[in-house]
């Protein structure tokens, strides 16, 4: 079974610049979180999706952060314009459905703003 | 708000040694508790969970038993190996709940 699939795995950038990463979720999964993680701290959920509905986007930073998951399958998530703060690993997961199953997690994009 | 604290690290063991990492969380309803595993280059996997109190979950040696009364989910190997290195996370998840709160993260390193 293929895992999380995210792209890109590394990407370096300039303040104030946008940028977007890519996931794709294992098939079948109808929910999608996308993480931030801070160097030294644990993830952060940003984003939650069921299907192509946001089901809890309170802590992701609305005035730059955007992400989409139109048809329900892939997601991208967006930062226009980045912060040196924003600089982390962006974690993608899925999980079969919204209760208690397991969430399984890509291997990130490290995002690195100077 | 829902949290979890892990000990801090690096935890640097030799091989063979006995392994405690410490979680403690503060939660409003009842959590769901987890560790999860980073190994280098890699994304977190899930390598136990507790659903209620007294609960054990264990998974390639590790255990970790769910202590209401304590507020804990502390893992433990008892005798550890170089290829257990890895950053381990300590996760809660409430019932009903739609996401898991993390902790910092606790790195173990173990020598030869």
């Known amino acids: 079974e293929a895992g999380v699939a995210q792209s890109p795995r590394y990407k370096i950038i300039e303040k104030r610049q946008s940028v977007a990463f890519w996931c794709n979720p294992i098939s079948g999964h109808a929910t999608l979180y996308w993480y931030q993680q801070i160097l030294g701290q644990g993830p952060k959920l940003l984003i939650q999706?069921?299907?192509?509905?946001?089901?809890?986007d309170s802590q992701l930073p609305k005035d730059r952060f955007s992400a989409e998951r139109l048809k329900g399958v892939d997601s991208t998530l967006k930062i226009q314009p980045a912060k040196l703060e924003d600089s982390a690993v962006y974690l993608c997961a899925s999980s079969l459905s919204l209760s208690l199953n397991e969430a399984f997690f890509g291997q990130g994009t490290r995002l690195t703003v100077v | 708000g829902d949290s979890v604290t892990q000990m801090e690290g690096p935890v640097t063991l030799s091989e063979e040694a006995f392994l405690t990492i410490n979680c403690t969380y503060t939660a409003t309803g009842y959590p769901s508790l987890f560790w999860y595993v980073q190994y280098p280059g890699e994304g977190l996997q899930l390598l136990l969970k507790a659903t209620k109190a007294d609960d054990k979950g264990s998974n390639k040696g590790f255990e970790a038993t769910y202590r209401k009364e304590t507020t804990s989910f502390h893992l433990e190997k008892g005798s550890v190996q170089v290829s257990d290195s890895a950053v381990y996370f300590c996760?809660?998840?409430?019932?009903?709940?739609?996401?898991?709160?993390f902790g910092a993260g606790t790195i173990l390193r173990v020598k030869s």
């Open positions: 996760a809660l998840k409430i019932d009903g709940g739609n996401k898991l709160v």
């Open positions: 999706f069921q299907n192509n509905g946001v089901v809890d």
